[in-house]
T-cell receptor, first 116, second 109 residues
Framework: GAVVSQHPSRVICKSGTSVKIECRSL??????MFWYRQFPKQSLMLMAT?????????EQGVEKDKFLINHASLTLSTLTVTSAHPEDSSFYIC????????????FGPGTRLLVL | DAKTTQPPSMDCAEGRAANLPCNHS???????VYWYRQIHSQGPQYIIH???NNETNEMASLIITEDRKSSTLILPHATLRDTAVYYC??????????FGTGTRLQVTL
C-alpha cells in the first residue's frame, strides 16, 4: 500500500505560538488530503479536506483561520495551528487519496501536539 | 455517509480467528465498506475494503452479506500484535471517512 509520512511526530510548544505539521505522500500523488484530530480516548474527527491547488473545505465547527491548510503540491499538505492554546493539544492525523488508489485512503502516523 | 454499529469490545485467543461484526443497514448502493485499525498512538492502518463481493488479502477477509446491510472482518489467525481498535466505515470512493467508536479487540495468550 501507499506510504504517508508526517513531520514532526511530536511537538511541544508554548501557548500563543504557531505550529506547522507536514503531511507527505511518499510514493504516489495525492490529489486529496484529509486532516483529522483525535483527543484522548476518542475517535478520529475530520477537520478538513484539501484538494491540490484549491482551498480546503472545513468541517462544521472547525475554524479555518485557526487551522490553516495548504496543499500546494501533489505530495505535500501542511496544517498550521495558529496561536495554539492548551485546548488544541491533540493527535493530528492526515490521510491521502489519489487517482492511483481511487477507493482507499492511507493515513500518516500522526503528530502529537502538546501546548503548554 | 451511512452510519455503522460495532460492538465496543471483543476478546480473542491468540491463534484463533477473530470475527468482527459491523452493521450498516443504511448503506447506499455506491458506498464501500472499509476496515481500518488503530494501534495505540499510531495512525489508522488500512486493512481491506469491498463493495459487494467478499474480499481477501494478506491481512484479512471481508464478508459482506447479500443485502449489504452488514459485514464481518475476519482475522484468520490472530496474534498479540492484532490488538487494536478496529473501525468499520462506509463511504463513497475517495471521499471523507467518518469514524465511529470502533471495536477494541484484545488478543490474549
Amino acid at each position: 500500500g501507499a506510504v504517508v509520512s508526517q513531520h514532526p511526530s511530536r511537538v511541544i510548544c508554548k501557548s500563543g505560538t504557531s505550529v506547522k505539521i507536514e503531511c507527505r505522500s511518499l510514493d504516489f500523488q495525492a490529489t486529496t488530503m484529509f486532516w483529522y484530530r483525535q483527543f484522548p480516548k476518542q475517535s478520529l474527527m475530520l477537520m478538513a479536506t484539501s484538494n491540490e491547488g484549491s482551498k480546503a473545505t472545513y468541517e462544521q465547527g472547525v475554524e479555518k483561520d485557526k487551522f490553516l491548510i495548504n496543499h500546494a503540491s501533489l505530495t505535500l499538505s501542511t496544517l498550521t495551528v495558529t496561536s495554539a492554546h492548551p485546548e488544541d493539544s491533540s493527535f493530528y492525523i492526515c490521510s491521502a487519496g489519489s487517482d492511483r488508489y481511487q477507493e482507499t485512503q492511507y493515513f500518516g502516523p500522526g503528530t502529537r501536539l502538546l501546548v503548554l | 455517509d451511512a452510519k455503522t454499529t460495532q460492538p465496543p469490545s471483543m476478546d480473542c485467543a491468540e491463534g484463533r480467528a477473530a470475527n468482527l461484526p459491523c452493521n450498516h443497514s443504511t448503506i447506499s448502493g455506491n458506498e464501500y465498506v472499509y476496515w481500518y485499525r488503530q494501534i495505540h498512538s499510531q495512525g489508522p492502518q488500512y486493512i481491506i475494503h469491498g463493495l459487494k463481493n467478499n474480499e481477501t488479502n494478506e491481512m484479512a477477509s471481508l464478508i459482506i452479506t447479500e443485502d449489504r446491510k452488514s459485514s464481518t472482518l475476519i482475522l484468520p489467525h490472530a496474534t498479540l500484535r492484532d490488538t487494536a481498535v478496529y473501525y468499520c466505515i462506509v463511504g463513497g470512493s475517495a471521499s471523507k471517512l467518518t469514524f465511529g467508536t470502533g471495536t477494541r479487540l484484545q488478543v490474549t495468550l
